[in-house]
């Protein structure tokens, strides 16, 4: 399998959730901004809306969009636990995924992040913040992860909330979120997957000194 990834992009929340599964991978790098894969070759041709994750199965199967990427890595691995496999618990991982995927990365911190957002766009998304992160909060008070256990939707809670400080959104306003993400960061997978993307991010965006 391969990974198409960005250095603490979403995809992310993909290798977390591999390396909690001990699942083997292939990790390609790609540069979103010039749509790039480290090769030089064009990452339009994998991914016509040049974003990352995408995973290229061992079948050759294309899969695009973090909820429905993260559901295969977990059924690749039942064993690992990282999403119920039936009952309402499943409908109840893909509610949080769903939560993430549309009420925070995309309404809250892609407007923060995309250089090409007006300072309007910015702002309503402080704005929409408010509530969003108000009702993580009461979700999360009192409860370890999101489900019973660490699951997918905790990889990718997890990444969405480490882009709180470069973005400015303190969460030490809801202070459940934010004792969830001191907490999950620590958990050895997530720990792992964030110190190695760091270590590459640092690299990707180092001034090229070379001759
Ligand atoms: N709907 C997609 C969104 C993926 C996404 O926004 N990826 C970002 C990185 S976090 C990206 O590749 N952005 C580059 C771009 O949109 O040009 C998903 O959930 O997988």
């Not at 016509?48 to 691995?77: F, H």
């Amino acid at each position: 399998m391969d990974l198409y990834f960005s250095p603490l992009a979403c995809s992310l929340a993909t290798r977390i959730a591999l390396y909690e599964a001990g699942l083997d991978c292939n990790y390609v790098q790609v540069d979103t901004r010039a749509k790039r894969v480290a090769d030089g070759s064009d990452f339009l041709a994998v991914n016509p809306m040049a974003q990352v994750p995408v995973v290229r199965t061992d079948d050759g199967e294309r899969l695009t969009e973090n909820a429905a990427i993260l559901q295969y890595v977990a059924g690749l691995k039942p064993e690992a636990g990282l999403a119920p496999q039936e009952g309402f618990q499943r409908h109840r991982l893909q509610q949080w995924l769903a939560f993430i995927t549309s009420e925070l990365h995309k309404a809250v911190f892609m407007p923060l992040f995309s250089p090409n957002s007006p300072e309007g766009a910015k702002a309503f998304a402080r704005q929409c913040a408010e509530k969003r992160f108000a009702y993580l909060n009461d979700a999360l008070d009192g409860r370890e992860f999101l489900l019973d256990r660490f699951t997918v939707a905790d990889a990718y809670l997890t990444t969405v909330l480490n882009w709180a400080n470069s973005t400015g959104i303190d969460l030490g306003k809801w202070p459940a979120v934010q004792a969830y993400f001191n907490r999950l960061r620590k958990w050895p997978s997530v720990a792992r997957a964030m110190a190695e993307e760091f270590a590459l991010y640092k690299n990707e965006k180092a001034p090229q000194t070379a001759a």
